[in-house]
């Protein structure tokens, strides 16, 4: 199966649960942002079975360790996750609670003017909320 080796990059054993998990995160063909509470619901409406909270949990965390997915912080208490690992913005609506994509070229150059010492930006994507 294609996400065995995914799950063993990641230094997870591939359960059956863990399966799961990856078929809703990367059997699909556009950008999927999902908070875990969201992740939970999606996987028990498609599954019979339980799969618990923390098999969940840290199954997305050992993923986004690898790289497999990225982390957004919209807060201090709430955090999404993307399929799309690349460097990208995001809109978010604030009403919703949804993250959607923003592309690159939707966004003028950004002039960061101040440097810190021994260190370099590795990337910078832009957070713009949105409020009806």
């Known amino acids: 199966m294609k996400y065995i080796e995914k ?74 996750f993307d399929t799309n690992i690349t460097d990208h913005h995001h809109f978010y609506d604030l009403k919703e609670e949804k993250l959607i994509d923003l592309e690159n070229s939707d966004v003028g150059p950004i002039n960061i003017k101040r440097k810190i010492n021994g260190k370099k930006i590795k990337s910078v994507e832009v957070l713009v909320k949105l409020e009806d």
């Open 7 to 80: 799950l063993r990059n990641s230094g997870l054993r591939p359960t059956k649960q863990r399966l799961q998990i990856c078929e809703v995160l990367f059997n699909t063909e556009k950008t999927f942002h999902f908070t875990i509470n969201e992740l939970e619901k999606k996987i028990k409406d498609r599954a019979n079975n339980k799969i618990s909270l923390a098999t969940i949990y840290n199954t997305v965390h050992a993923f986004e360790k690898k790289g497999y997915l990225k982390q957004i912080p919209i807060n201090s208490n709430q955090t999404y």
